[in-house]
């Protein structure tokens, strides 16, 4: 076995002590709530980050490629599109026409990005036919445009007005270099759940914006390819690379992680710092299970002396301090651990109750772009918090059931 029946008794006495001998009992239990509050903190502050993150990143794709495929010479033709089509399935890729514009209305104006497309290539699940909220899509009418909420709000438009465009090309007339304007009609209004998006962004036909470019008949000036795993997108990016240099295609590729990196990096950085900062509540947890054994071992010299005395061993000894220290960490490691899953699953709720009770947005959507706090659990990140909090208790432990070893029952026991 590996404790003995009179080793038990003794972490059950040195554990739950007496009220008149009550002191271990206090200890441990601050030991636990302070070990729970820590790994509790750190599983919801993970979550959280986990959550935003998703979010964060999914709303950045949300519409935008995964992988973009450019043109050197400014024009990506029928045929190299075809080509390389034939790797991937039809809704993972879309060729468009996009180019920087401004936008003209009454007395205001706004710079946005235009982005032309092929109706051809818009299935039913594609985000423009997905997050129309007012009037339609864009049919076969080139003078058509679909803006966001937030740019119909800005400019006081709604469906069947009209609205400028212009974009940086000119055309050389006798009066000399004049912008390309072109009237469109508004044929519908897009709520893409982002800010930036529904404010910087407008969508038309492709004939139009091909027109405006005076680009070729057919031809585009972007590729966008979506897939299924957006964080396994070097696979595809290489497959890509290989297709281009095979056919001599003047074409190359940016991924979003390409795009996005110092913003991906960023949050790593943000949620490694954060674990590290919470991980010091464990440790501050854990200095209360060395203060309060080395304590309890000083107050406990006489019987310490007495249990070496009769035959108690240093390696039983060990076995009992270690044992406490282990319990306490186990409880409150568990503890906190169910505290922080059930807080992270329900954290909308949570939010919701505090919002009524205080009657206030803890998250306006205006300022965090976000109306609710987002959350994720990560089994493996809490599996990794709970071995990391009994880890430090255990250690934690060794300092006191070490100086329980060296008692002397012989100046313990001299006075006695």
Not at 57 to 68: E, W
Not at 90 to 102: M, R, S, V
Not at 157 to 166: F, H, M, T, W
Not at 386 to 405: D, E, H, Q
């Amino acid at each position: 076995m590996l404790f003995s029946s009179y080793e038990i008794l003794l972490i059950k006495r040195f554990l739950f002590s007496k009220k008149t001998d009550g002191f271990i009992s206090i200890f441990s239990w601050f030991s636990i709530i302070g070990i729970a509050i820590g790994v509790a903190a750190i599983i919801i502050v993970m979550a959280v980050m986990n959550g935003f993150r998703e979010e964060l990143i999914s709303r950045l794709l949300g519409i935008n490629g995964h992988l973009n495929i450019y043109s050197n010479s400014g024009q990506i033709t029928k045929e190299e599109v075809n080509i390389i089509k034939s790797d991937f399935s039809d809704n993972q890729l879309i060729p468009l026409i996009q180019t920087q514009a401004l936008v003209i209305s009454n007395e205001f104006s706004k710079g946005v990005f235009l982005r032309g497309y092929d109706n051809e290539y818009l299935d039913d699940l594609h985000f423009l036919k997905k997050n129309i909220v007012e009037g339609k899509l864009f049919g076969n009418n080139i003078n058509d445009i679909v803006i966001g909420y937030v740019l119909a709000n800005k400019f006081g438009l709604s469906v069947g007005d009209e609205i400028k465009i212009a974009i940086p090309k000119t055309d050389n007339t006798i009066f000399g270099n004049i912008p390309r304007f072109k009237t469109l009609t508004v044929s519908g209004i897009l709520n893409l759940g982002m800010y930036e998006y529904d404010s910087s962004f407008v969508f038309s036909n492709i004939s139009i914006a091909r027109k405006l470019l005076v680009l070729e008949d057919q031809n585009f000036n972007l590729i966008e390819i979506f897939t299924q795993s957006p964080n396994n997108i070097e696979i595809i990016q290489d497959k890509v690379n290989r297709r281009i240099i095979a056919n001599n295609f003047r074409l190359y590729t940016s991924s979003w992680k390409e795009n996005n990196s110092t913003l991906i990096n960023a949050l790593n950085v943000e949620k490694n710092v954060m674990f590290l900062i919470l991980t010091l509540i464990i440790l501050v947890a854990s200095m209360n299970i060395i203060s309060g054994l080395i304590i309890f071992v000083k107050e406990k010299n006489k019987d310490i002396g007495i249990l070496k005395t009769i035959g108690l061993s240093n390696k039983s000894l060990i076995k009992i301090f270690l044992s406490i220290g282990l319990i306490i960490g186990l409880i409150g490691t568990i503890f906190g651990g169910l505290v922080g899953v059930i807080f992270s699953l329900n954290i909308k709720s949570i939010q919701f109750f505090i919002e009524n009770i205080l009657h206030t947005d803890l998250f306006a959507k205006e300022i965090y772009y976000l109306s609710n706090l987002p959350s994720r659990v990560d089994n493996l990140e809490v599996f990794y918090v709970l071995i990391i909090s009994i880890i430090i208790c255990l250690i934690a432990t060794t300092i006191p059931a070490y100086r329980s070893m060296k008692v002397d029952p012989i100046k313990s026991l001299k006075n006695d």
